[in-house]
């Protein structure tokens, strides 16, 4: 394959941050931000704020107002998706896929399991869509378990039969989230929640999606580690290139290449997308990193939930704080340096700590 690109490590980074939305030129709002990212992963941790909070205010500032995603939810400009909130206007790049479930072609054992689970509690899935069509939206504990065949798991979910049955009611189209009650979700019928778009071609749509994938991670792979939900390689996407230092080939989004960068300070939720695939972080910003929540505490090194420190094109430490919403606090317990920093990264640290603490509502406590 011929190389149409040799990049630098310090262009490598610059486009994948640019792509992402960090460089020093803010979006304009909610929506573009989501439309860029193609998503806002939704995840319970709230250690500091909730995920897709955090990953907006990191991309807006404190112009970000928690309640513009949840009104975005309710009026259906954003939709929620296995755990991801994405624009509604893309569901059509799913749609095709749904309609396939469990795949096309020969299936693997696994996709067999599941279809076979599904098809012996198909009076389960019927009730469901019963009650939703005269009762809905519901939240899943409405939903009686008649699940003739229990589904069985090493993880949580073991036994979880209606939970279960609804998330595959989701990739097969038939269900969606409408709406959140509290932690509670609710669901309805697809048809009440999705917008009637016409269904996007599977591999058209794959094609897109890839396409899009890749303008919001700017560099990326074209195999690379699979995810349940989001992958984290493009496939044949954007132009192939090689990255200096690091080994095998990478795709780059044409439109990135060589426009000029100015960076700034961003503190980063530990699912941020910058840095959500551990491998090309290393490789590209030669940054260590783990979320450590999981950990025992006397075997953290950065802290319980660590947000990764970007000033520029450089990934430089790690900020460790908690924010009790019981006394009004952002407690800060450490800022890590990675390297040793100057006064104007110091500074515009110090900046962004200050607007995580104002948009949080908090007092700022520092360490002692």
């Given at each position: 394959?011929t190389v149409?690109?040799?990049?630098?490590?310090?262009?490598?980074?610059r486009i994948?941050?640019?792509?992402?939305?960090?460089?020093?030129?803010?979006?304009?709002?909610?929506?573009?931000?989501?439309?860029?990212?193609?998503?806002l992963q939704?995840?319970?941790?709230?250690?500091?704020?909730p995920?897709a909070?955090?990953?907006?205010?990191?991309r807006?500032?404190?112009?970000?107002s928690?309640a513009?995603?949840?009104?975005?939810?309710?009026?259906?400009?954003?939709?929620?998706?296995?755990?991801?909130?994405?624009?509604?206007?893309?569901?059509?790049?799913?749609?095709?896929?749904?309609?396939?479930?469990?795949?096309?072609?020969?299936?693997t054992?696994?996709?067999?399991?599941?279809?076979?689970?599904?098809?012996?509690?198909?009076?389960?899935?019927?009730?469901?869509?019963?009650?939703?069509?005269?009762?809905?939206?519901?939240?899943?504990?409405?939903?009686?378990?008649?699940?003739?065949?229990?589904?069985k798991?090493?993880?949580?979910t073991?036994?979880?039969?209606?939970?279960?049955?609804?998330?595959?009611?989701?990739?097969?189209?038939?269900?969606?989230?409408?709406?959140?009650?509290?932690?509670?979700?609710?669901?309805?019928?697809?048809?009440?929640?999705?917008?009637?778009?016409?269904?996007?071609?599977?591999?058209?749509?794959?094609?897109?999606?890839?396409e899009?994938?890749?303008?919001?991670?700017?560099?990326?792979?074209?195999r690379?580690?699979?995810?349940?939900v989001?992958?984290a390689?493009?496939?044949?996407?954007?132009?192939?290139?090689?990255?200096?230092?690091?080994?095998?080939t990478?795709?780059?989004?044409?439109?990135?290449?060589?426009?000029?960068?100015s960076?700034?300070?961003?503190?980063?939720?530990?699912?941020?997308?910058?840095?959500?695939?551990?491998?090309?972080?290393?490789e590209?910003?030669?940054?260590?990193?783990?979320?450590?929540?999981?950990?025992?505490?006397?075997k953290?090194?950065?802290?319980?939930?660590?947000?990764?420190?970007?000033?520029?094109?450089?990934?430089?430490?790690?900020?460790?704080?908690?924010?009790?919403?019981?006394?009004?606090?952002?407690?800060?317990?450490?800022?890590?340096?990675?390297?040793?920093?100057?006064?104007?990264v110091?500074?515009?640290?110090?900046?962004?700590?200050?607007?995580?603490?104002?948009w949080?509502?908090?007092?700022?406590?520092?360490?002692?």
């Amino acid at each position: 394959m011929t190389v149409h690109h040799e990049l630098s490590r310090t262009e490598a980074r610059r486009i994948a941050v640019r792509a992402q939305l960090l460089d020093s030129s803010r979006p304009a709002g909610l929506l573009d931000v989501v439309r860029r990212l193609t998503l806002l992963q939704i995840d319970p941790t709230a250690a500091i704020a909730p995920n897709a909070d955090l990953v907006a205010w990191s991309r807006l500032g404190s112009s970000y107002s928690r309640a513009d995603l949840n009104a975005a939810l309710e009026n259906r400009t954003l939709i929620e998706l296995r755990a991801m909130i994405r624009p509604s206007e893309d569901l059509a790049l799913y749609r095709a896929k749904m309609a396939e479930w469990p795949g096309r072609g020969e299936l693997t054992p696994w996709q067999e399991q599941r279809r076979d689970w599904v098809r012996a509690n198909d009076a389960c899935r019927v009730d469901i869509l019963d009650r939703l069509g005269s009762s809905g939206p519901l939240p899943s504990r409405d939903f009686p378990d008649t699940c003739k065949v229990p589904w069985k798991s090493t993880g949580w979910t073991n036994n979880r039969n209606v939970t279960q049955l609804l998330e595959f009611m989701v990739v097969r189209g038939e269900v969606a989230i409408a709406g959140r009650r509290g932690r509670d979700r609710l669901w309805d019928l697809a048809t009440r929640v999705y917008p009637d778009d016409p269904a996007v071609p599977v591999d058209e749509a794959l094609r897109i999606r890839n396409e899009r994938r890749l303008r919001a991670l700017g560099i990326a792979r074209t195999r690379g580690p699979e995810y349940p939900v989001e992958p984290a390689d493009v496939g044949d996407a954007g132009e192939p290139a090689v990255v200096e230092g690091v080994k095998g080939t990478w795709r780059v989004d044409p439109a990135q290449l060589g426009r000029p960068f100015s960076g700034r300070a961003a503190l980063l939720s530990p699912f941020d997308r910058l840095i959500h695939e551990r491998k090309r972080t290393v490789e590209l910003f030669e940054y260590d990193y783990q979320l450590e929540m999981y950990k025992p505490a006397t075997k953290r090194r950065w802290g319980y939930f660590a947000l990764p420190i970007l000033y520029g094109d450089r990934l430089v430490g790690k900020f460790d704080a908690t924010a009790d919403r019981k006394t009004g606090v952002l407690q800060v317990h450490a800022i890590h340096q990675d390297v040793p920093f100057t006064k104007a990264v110091t500074a515009a640290v110090d900046r962004e700590i200050k607007d995580l603490a104002h948009w949080l509502e908090l007092d700022l406590t520092l360490p002692h």
